[in-house]
């Protein structure tokens, strides 16, 4: 069996930088191997900064349960590499990754290119050579230059809320970052815009005035409301009842509102509210407000405790975890926080400040650019919490059931790459 794993040890080395934002080597690399990203399915093109990656999961659970065949780009992976591309409704395997991930490596004959731009025009490649009847694609950071913008056309564009998030690369402001992230707009091709603070929206109007692109436009065009089981997504007085979807918080029930109005002007596409309640019900999306039910973490704490596991790493992110938190009893929080260091942790707490019960701080074993426990716990307790580092996430959790006889909550949160040795542990690989 082919293993990709040494390829993409390769591509790691290519370019000097993780992250340098520019077309130009992607689309010389695109050039060079025939343009696979004119001959692929149509493309749903998805950008913004939370819930993009929940958006594409609703919306494939919904073409799928309608039988539809659905490629899928995302990012980043949680535990191996292969989660990105979905091929047809599956997870791409070690043997047709190592394969096209070869054909790339020989193609770009050792030039500079970040591992971002060569894997994603390998997944073009990859979409390519498999007919589909839809691409569903996440930028992976802005839009303006991200790698996947080398796509010429779209059928459709959504941009999911903005907030402040990668500002060394986006912009100080929540303007800029906006701007950046409306670069995916094509002239004539619809954008379904998620609601979006007053200066990412006018960002994203005045994007949408220069290139022609019409918007279709939340609370403007298109309305959600839910209750516990059903959610109602008016679409100009086109009514669509559906059920609320089986991923957790009501953020998610947000963005399945979302994910309706982008596949209402999705043309061609003419899916039943049962195919669609169908699909949001069953859609899976790991590391997003996921319980975690085995594995040696787990193991930490008794029958007592709920652990809980979110990837989320931003304001925005962290106020979906308050809204899920208002719903739901009061029981005791004990969050256990790891964090890369280019993000912002103070930003992140504000929002949770009223749930906590316990705050512990951890590193994140194998990841240089993480802050350390005791570095991100003094940055904790400047904004007002107490926290106390611990050296580890089995001694984070074993003083958790130490302290709290429960019955409780436990969240890990504050990094996908975190996320990733959590579901490692437990063994539910995406």
Known sequence: MADPQPILDRLLRLHPKLIDLQLDRTRKLLGELGAPHMNMAPVVHVSGTNGKGSVIALMRGALEAAGKKVHVYTSPHLVRFNERIRIAGRVIDDESLSEILEICEEANK???????????????LAFSRTPADVVLLETGLGGRFDATNTIREAALTVIMPVSMDHQQYLGDTLTEIAAEKAGILKPGVPCVVARQPDEAMDA?????????????????????????????????????????????????AHNAGVAMAALDRLEGFNLSDAAISEGFR??????????????????????????????GHNKGAADALASWLAERDRMPLHLILGMLNTKDPGAYLKPLHPYLYSLQTVGIPGTEAAFGAHQ?????????????PAPSLEEALREIARIEPGPARVLIAGSLYLAGLVLADSGENP
Do not use: C, Y
Not at 114 to 122: G, L, M, S, W
């Open 110 to 124: 050792g030039r500079p290119i970040t591992f971002f731009e060569i894997t994603t025009v390998a997944a073009f």
């Open 204 to 252: 994203i109007a005045e994007k949408a005035d220069e290139v022609g692109a019409p918007l279709i436009v939340e609370d403007l065009d298109w309305t959600i409301r839910f209750g516990l089981e059903e959610m109602t997504v008016n679409l100009g007085g086109h009514i669509r009842h559906l059920s609320r979807p089986g991923l957790e918080g009501p953020h998610q």
């Open 282 to 311: 069953n859609a899976e999306w790991p590391a997003r407000l996921q319980r975690i039910r085995r594995g040696r973490l787990r193991a930490q704490l008794g029958h007592e405790f709920a652990l809980w596991l979110d990837g």
């Open 376 to 388: 991100l716990a003094e940055i904790a307790k400047g904004s007002g919490l107490e926290a106390t």
